[in-house]
């Protein structure tokens, strides 16, 4: 395959694997504790309502702002921490954005099944680097959760430049979003490969800016809706996650 300058990686399904649930009713009544615990008295499914609420809520303001801005459609990423302080509000409790923060990562914690590398990702990382390639991750996520996660599975100093979303009003697969990438980075979109494993943000996204990609297929890649007409267009495809074999692939010579 083709070498390229810069790898551009999404995370979770891609590097990591992970499993959530935010459903759970356990995980309302431990959250409504500990909003109680700072005034902000809340019954279980109260909570999980007006956080719901929230969210759509402040999405649905975003999308409006944008598409004032851009005629195509948008895709906005709120910073997550604004609806667990909204909650406190709600309450009439003036909290510290800290005190929403810590909220927004206890609600992390509990809602985690567990989180935990694919085989081979640190070394594909590695490997990358030491070949001389820029290394990059381009994440749909939240900065108060994701940015410790990076920490605690060992991977965060293994990037040239770390992306999310939340930091910027937009996901993918919307351009603007790899554009903040290219242009803050110095990246030629022709030097740059995209890898992920959801075709919908990961693929489409990249090939909106002129950069090749490469779908890894994993247990956590949103199912093809072939009815919808959705295929897998992507330069280069890998139908089992296999970091080792990717990385082969990636730095091969011949």
């Excluded at 604004?82 to 509000?89: H, I, R």
């Excluded at 060992?154 to 697969?173: E, M």
């Excluded at 603007?176 to 980075?185: D, K, M, Q, S």
Aim: some cysteine; overall charge negative; charged content about 25%.
């Amino acid at each position: 395959m083709k070498q390229y300058r810069n790898y551009i990686f999404d995370l979770y399904g891609t590097l990591v694997d992970i499993r959530t649930d935010e459903t759970e009713r356990k995980l309302w009544e431990h959250l409504s504790l500990f909003y109680g615990y700072h005034g902000a008295r809340y019954e279980a499914q109260e909570l999980h309502q007006a956080y719901l609420a929230s969210v759509q809520g402040k999405e649905k303001a975003l999308s409006q702002e944008h598409a004032v801005q851009y005629s195509h459609e948008a895709y906005p990423e709120i910073p997550i921490e604004e609806v667990f302080q909204e909650l406190y509000e709600a309450k009439g409790v003036r909290a510290a954005q800290l005190l929403a923060i810590h909220t927004g990562q206890m609600f992390r914690a509990y809602s985690t099944k567990y989180i935990r590398l694919y085989d081979y990702a640190q070394e594909l990382l590695t490997s990358l680097r030491e070949a001389g390639r820029g290394v990059y991750l381009l994440s749909n996520a939240q900065r108060i959760f994701t940015e410790n996660e990076l920490f605690y599975l060992g991977i965060h100093s293994l990037f040239d430049g770390i992306l999310i979303s939340s930091d910027h009003g937009c996901r993918k697969p919307d351009e603007r979003f790899y554009r903040i990438l290219l242009e803050r980075y110095e990246l030629k979109p022709e030097e740059s490969l995209m890898i992920g494993n959801d075709m919908a943000t990961d693929i489409t996204g990249a090939k909106q800016v002129g950069m090749d990609s490469f779908y890894i297929h994993s247990a956590i890649s949103p199912k093809q809706q072939s009815d919808e007409g959705q295929q897998i267009t992507a330069d280069y495809v890998m139908q089992h996650m296999n970091l080792r074999a990717l990385c082969r692939r990636l730095l091969a010579t011949d």
